[in-house]
């Protein structure tokens, strides 16, 4: 069974930085393509970015471009999302996600297994 646990939210300010942490047990971790969603209250699941099993390749939603940036290490069984410049839109939780096919997509139904979620705060 594969189990994603996240961490690092809180509350910022507005320009400030966060990193999100994923940590991954069971199945192989090295081999599934990693993703990153955020859901505000009252608004759709949004893709914020994702990641190759590798590490090598990386996608982003248009929000975070130059802002975001995902990494893992795969020793450690983790995937990042480190958070700058960050804005009070970006106020959500945010959920890491795990697609055991490999891929890396930017749309929910690619991914079979989540996380709890965390909550991320903005504060202007």
């Known amino acids: 069974q594969v189990q994603l646990v996240e961490s690092g939210g809180g509350l910022v300010q507005a320009g400030g930085s966060l990193r999100l942490s994923c940590a991954v047990s069971?199945?192989?971790?090295?081999?599934?393509?990693m993703g990153w969603f955020r859901q505000a209250p009252g608004k759709e699941r949004e893709f914020v970015g994702s990641i190759s099993g590798s590490g090598r390749s990386s996608d982003y939603g248009d929000s975070v471009k130059g802002r975001f940036t995902i990494s893992r290490d795969n020793a450690k069984r983790t995937v990042y999302l480190q958070m700058n410049s960050l804005k009070p839109e970006d106020t959500a939780v945010y959920y890491c996600?795990?697609?055991?096919?490999?891929?890396?997509?930017?749309?929910?139904?690619?991914?079979?297994?989540w996380g709890q979620g965390t909550q991320v705060t903005v504060s202007s």
């Open positions: 996600a795990a697609d055991i096919d490999g891929g890396w997509p930017t749309t929910p139904r690619g991914y079979e297994y």
């Open positions: 069971g199945g192989s971790f090295s081999g599934y393509g």
